[in-house]
């Protein structure tokens, strides 16, 4: 048994090493970098949700420094053009998942559920960072709002993408359960509605023009931020198929941060147009 075991031993080092054999070492395949910390999980999460109150808390009476509602606040002094913000911004939302995925030996992907989950987050920031950004016709962008949105992008494409690559667990069936299928459907809703509410008011300016005017057509019958629900409902369609504390805490962060943006815009309409519709909420159809 000794003998064997010995000579098992040295066949397995003359394998790693090739010496006598004439052959190359096998590959190894590499341990995992990183693994699952569920207190991990929870830390950022919670995190990511006191981040939301701060910025209700910051935005709700006062606009963010940006687009239609500079023009009443102190101007930033450096600036980049909208094409080049957004594309820099939104960039590291697609990236870091992909970096956490190859890192992942061997890729932890399944099932299926898990794998639709992954790309529907990849898929919206694929849009944002590849396409969206080449057609918008926004104002120069304040770097330090560029700064920190930036930072944020790293942060949640971290948490997302760390939470389904490394930590979810779903069962074989979950992509017929309820919740992955309603959220999915809210979530492709969702981002119908975003991507035609930015082609609409992509459609309000020719190309040099930075007048603001009446946004006509969609959803925007009813509401004067269309685009800005279309994303809530995206996300907590994508909190629902989740089922997930960080998606979650996503969503409640995105309602927090946009929100407020959409009922300042109602606002700016409502005082720079006499003509507005008075029928139009600021969110919410019928509602708010």
């Known amino acids: 048994m000794g003998g ?147 930072l944020f992008c790293i942060y949640n494409g971290f948490l997302q993408g760390y939470y389904l690559i490394y930590c979810a667990e779903y069962p074989n069936d979950w992509c017929t359960d309820i919740r992955f299928t309603s ?14 509410s930015d082609l609409l008011l992509r459609q309000l300016r020719k190309p040099g023009e930075v007048t603001y005017k009446i946004p006509q057509g969609g959803l925007f019958t009813y509401v004067s931020g269309a685009n800005y629900f279309g994303e809530i409902v995206e996300w907590f369609g994508f909190a629902i198929a989740t089922w997930s504390l960080p998606a979650f805490a996503f969503a409640f962060f995105t309602l927090c941060c946009i929100g407020p943006r959409a009922y300042h815009h109602h606002r700016y309409y409502l005082k720079t147009f006499t003509d507005y519709p008075k029928s139009r909420k600021a969110l919410i159809p019928f509602v708010f």
């Open 183 to 196: 959220g999915l459907l809210l979530f492709l809703l969702g981002m119908g509605i975003n991507i035609h």
């Open 4 to 150: 064997s075991a010995a000579g098992r031993g040295d066949r397995r080092h003359s394998n790693k090493t090739g010496a006598g054999t004439g052959r190359r070492p096998l590959p190894r395949c590499p341990a995992s970098i990183m693994q699952c910390f569920p207190s991990l999980v929870l830390a950022l999460s919670s995190l990511l949700g006191a981040l939301a109150l701060l910025q209700l808390s910051l935005y709700l009476r006062v606009p963010s420094r940006y687009g239609k509602h500079e023009e009443r606040l102190c101007r930033p002094r450096g600036r980049l053009p909208a094409r080049c913000a957004w594309f820099v911004q939104e960039l590291p939302s697609f990236l870091v998942p992909a970096l956490l995925l190859a890192l992942r030996s061997p890729p932890r992907l399944e099932p299926l559920g898990c794998r639709l989950l992954c790309c529907l987050f990849c898929w919206h920031y694929f849009y944002r960072t590849f396409i969206y950004p080449f057609f918008t016709r926004g104002r120069p962008f304040p770097l330090q709002l560029l700064f920190f949105g930036t």
